[in-house]
C-alpha cells in the first residue's frame, strides 16, 4: 500500500492546478524511442500522462505508473482524448513498496525527485530488473536544483551526477551496457520568474541480449 505522507503530498501537488505539465512529451524519451523496435514499455511516475500517450500513439503497449490517483485519473482522460485507452495500462504503485508485474522492452523514469524522502535505488533496481535482454532503461533526472530554488536541498534531496546515478544500481558489467551517460542543458520558462537553464542527467543503459 502507499504510505499516507507521500500520497497525500502528490495528490496535493496535482489538486493545486488543473494541469502541472505540458501535456508534451519529455524531449529525451522522444529522442531514445526513435530507432527503437516497437514493444512493451512502463513509464515510471507517468504523471498526466503525455509521455505514455505519445508511446501509445506510436503503437507501444504501456503500462502507466503513478502514486496520484488525480494524476492517473488524468492520463487516462489524455488517453481517451486522443485514442489510444486500449494501449495503457494505467496502475497505482507507490514504487518505493510495490512495483508492476511483467517484463518490458523500455522503461523510462523522469524526473523522479521529491521532498519527501525517496530512495531512488530502490525503485531503480527493479525496473532494470524488469526489461527483457535487449532492452533500454531511460532515466532523465536533475542534476542539480534549479536555480536560486533550494527547497529540495533543504529535504536533504541529493543531486547525483550520471556516473553516480549508474553506480549506485551496481549492475554487471557482463549483462549491461551504458549507451548514453551525459548532462544537457534545457530552457526553462516558468511563468513567475525569469527563464534560466536548467541542467539534466541522461542516462541509457541497455541490457546486452542473451548469449
Known amino acids: 500500500m502507499s504510505t499516507p505522507d ?25 529522442e531514445v524511442v526513435t530507432g527503437l523496435e516497437v514493444g512493451r514499455a512502463l513509464d515510471l511516475g507517468c504523471g498526466e500522462g503525455a509521455d505514455s500517450v505519445w508511446l501509445a500513439e506510436r503503437g507501444w503497449d504501456v503500462v502507466a505508473v503513478d502514486i496520484s490517483d488525480t494524476a492517473l485519473q488524468r492520463a487516462r482522460s489524455a488517453a481517451e482524448t486522443r485514442g489510444v485507452l486500449d494501449r495503457i495500462d494505467f496502475q497505482q504503485h507507490d514504487l518505493s513498496q510495490t512495483f508492476p508485474d511483467g517484463e518490458f522492452d523500455l522503461v523510462s523514469a523522469h524526473f523522479l525527485h521529491s521532498t519527501l524522502p525517496l530512495d531512488r535505488t530502490r ?49 554487471s558489467d557482463a549483462e549491461w551496457e551504458p549507451a548514453q551517460t551525459k548532462v544537457v542543458e534545457r530552457e526553462v520558462n516558468w511563468p513567475d520568474r525569469e527563464p534560466f537553464i536548467w541542467h539534466d542527467n541522461v542516462i541509457v543503459l541497455r541490457r546486452r541480449p542473451a548469449g
Do not use: C
Open 123 to 171: 525503485i531503480f533496481l527493479p525496473a532494470a530488473e524488469a526489461l527483457k535482454p535487449g532492452g533500454t532503461l531511460l532515466i532523465v533526472d536533475h542534476s542539480a536544483p534549479p536555480p536560486g530554488d533550494s527547497k529540495l536541498d533543504h529535504h536533504r534531496h541529493m543531486f547525483l551526477s550520471p556516473e553516480e546515478v549508474v553506480a549506485s544500481l551496481n549492475l
Open 6 to 30: 507521500a500520497k497525500e503530498h502528490w495528490e496535493q501537488h496535482y489538486g493545486e492546478r488543473d494541469r502541472v505539465w505540458s501535456g508534451r512529451v519529455n524531449l529525451r524519451l522522444a
